[in-house]
């Protein structure tokens, strides 16, 4: 390891001073951290063209006055013990110099919160329903090691130098080709750009049409990521009520509004699809006002009942639509891989800002998706887990069933995750919550589950809603989970135990629930 210093031999003070006090103050700043490991006095006499007599001084006052310690047969350290009045102790145990008083900082300009990503819980739970997670056994990994290592081998330069900052071309060739049968689309490859996830395209949308003031409608409820993104732009959100038909189209206010951010396959959080009448409608509104719409279609690889709905997209006739699709739910969050497909006008304008943010993204993922992709084996990859998906969503239904009776779902066509609206004698969702934690079990309200309500009164059913995410359990964990759940409602109150109604009785359905009596 070398150090920072510098010592001027036409200094009136003497080389040993210098030395003394240069690592001094790397000691005091903080960059030599407590306990930490300096140069042999052979290696820094080397690395200043000192004498060894030079370093040895500096080193045995320093050791004389705290700052280091020597450890026999091991080597000197940054004392664990510094000398009382240099520094003190923060909160997050990090040593820092007493500081003068200073001139006022000036304010920082970003506001904004943070959405729930990862469940800071999760250590504490044995079986975790929380949203969004693939199976972590699904993942590629003979396929993705074989790509990548040849994509590694026969990189020639493509390692070394920049990548478009939009994407490389393969990639989104290999997306822009996938589109066109599965969700509807005919797509330029220039118009698609690779983003690192969902919430890098959101905060690329936002850079170009939100200010101060702008408008933006979002579902209600809808995903926290994309409230809390527009907000720290400064947005005024404008809040547009879901029922079981999706957004609702004639709630849509009339006035000037920048964006429109939507999740229409599988509606984030209560799970409904935004059926077709009202695509049109929305799309119709935004030709009328001016509005673009941001089309999030975050888990519409997994579609478990009928056909999937055209996309937005694939519907738009004036290019109003970005529309948003991620890896991180159909491979994996790791790779961090997303995109966007921009209207044809504002491609130019888009590959500028996503040059200014990040230059693009690292060549050897982007070749290895892409190869994925095109070789098939990504479509392949889909049919596996859809169906291993299923019917674990199956399983989760027939085990609520079977310990709360007639249970009302929804979210059941498609996705990750399903929503139970609890019944009126129940208490609230984030009281279930509190309870099934208290047994290892993992459960969510909307809030609690990265979904953004709304302080208003069109949201009514959040309180009642929820959340529980399948994809990444087994069957035998989803069914004790459920089993825990119910016993702790029990044990809580005798009105939670399980509801037999004498008229459930589960169907012949693929893995052995009776979805026919669910309420959508």
């Known amino acids: 390891m070398q150090l920072v210093i510098n010592l001027d031999p036409h200094s009136s003070n003497s080389l040993q001073n210098q030395l003394f006090e240069s690592i001094r103050q790397l000691i005091l700043s903080g960059q030599l951290k407590v306990g930490s490991a300096v140069p042999a006095t052979r290696v820094l006499r080397e690395q200043l063209h000192v ?19 020597t450890r026999p047969t091991v080597g000197t350290f940054v004392s664990t013990s510094l000398p009382e009045g240099s520094l003190f102790l923060t ?47 699904s993942f590629p990994t003979k396929s993705w090691r074989r790509r990548l290592l040849h994509n590694l081998t026969t990189a020639g330069s493509s390692l070394t130098e920049y990548c478009e900052p939009t994407g490389i071309e393969e990639l989104r060739c290999a997306i822009a080709d996938h589109l066109g049968p599965t969700r509807g689309m ?9 983003v690192n996830g969902s919430q890098q395209g959101l905060n690329l949308i936002a850079r170009l049409m939100v200010e101060k003031g702008s408008a933006v409608v979002t579902e209600c409820p809808c995903y926290q990521g994309a409230a809390f993104v527009f907000e720290s732009y400064g947005a005024v959100l404008k809040p547009v009520p879901v029922d079981e038909n999706g957004l609702d189209p004639s709630k849509l206010p009339q006035g000037p509004v920048s964006i429109a951010y939507v999740t229409p396959s599988h509606q984030y959080p209560m799970g409904v699809t935004l059926n077709l009448n009202r695509r049109i409608r929305l799309l119709e509104w935004a030709r009328e006002t001016g509005a673009y719409i941001i089309e999030d279609d975050y888990d519409s690889d997994f579609r478990y009942t009928g056909s999937p709905l055209t996309s937005l997209a694939g ?30 006008d504002l491609v130019s304008t888009v590959r500028t800002a996503k040059a200014l943010m990040d230059n693009g993204h690292a060549w050897l993922d982007q070749a290895t998706l892409a190869d994925f992709i095109s070789s098939g084996s990504f479509m392949r990859h889909l049919r596996r887990i859809r169906h291993k998906y299923q019917l674990r969503r199956d399983c989760l239904v027939e085990q609520l069933q079977r310990h709360f009776g007639d249970v009302r ?112």
């Open 315 to 344: 519907l738009d006739k004036h290019g109003s639509v970005f529309y948003m699709g991620t890896f991180s739910k159909s491979i994996g969050a790791g790779i961090r891989l997303g995109y966007l497909v921009v209207p044809q």
């Open 51 to 69: 004498s060894r007599n030079t370093v040895l001084l500096a080193y045995e006052r320093l050791i004389a006055e705290g700052y280091l310690e």
């Open 409 to 520: 779902l929804t979210g059941l066509q498609g996705g990750m995750h399903l929503i139970w609206h609890l019944p009126p004698h129940f208490p609230a969702a984030d009281e279930v919550q509190r309870i099934a934690e208290q047994v290892g079990v993992g459960v969510y309200s909307l809030e609690a589950g990265a979904a953004f309500n709304y302080d208003c009164n069109i949201c009514g059913c959040s309180e009642q809603a929820l959340m529980f995410g399948y994809s990444p359990l087994s069957e035998p964990m989803i069914q004790e989970g459920i089993e825990r759940l119910a016993k702790a409602l029990a044990e809580a109150d005798s009105r939670y135990a399980a509801v037999r109604s004498g008229k459930f009785k589960p169907t012949s359905h693929q893995g052995g629930c009776g979805l026919d009596l669910l309420s959508p």
């Open 186 to 194: 005919k797509v330029n490859p220039e118009q698609v750009v690779i």
């Open 91 to 137: 909160g997050n145990g990090v040593y820092t110099r007493k500081l003068e008083r200073q001139a006022p900082r000036q304010p920082v300009l970003f506001s904004g919160r943070c959405q729930s990503v990862v469940n800071p819980n999760r250590s504490k739970l044995a079986i975790d329903f929380w949203v969004g997670r693939p199976d972590p056994h």
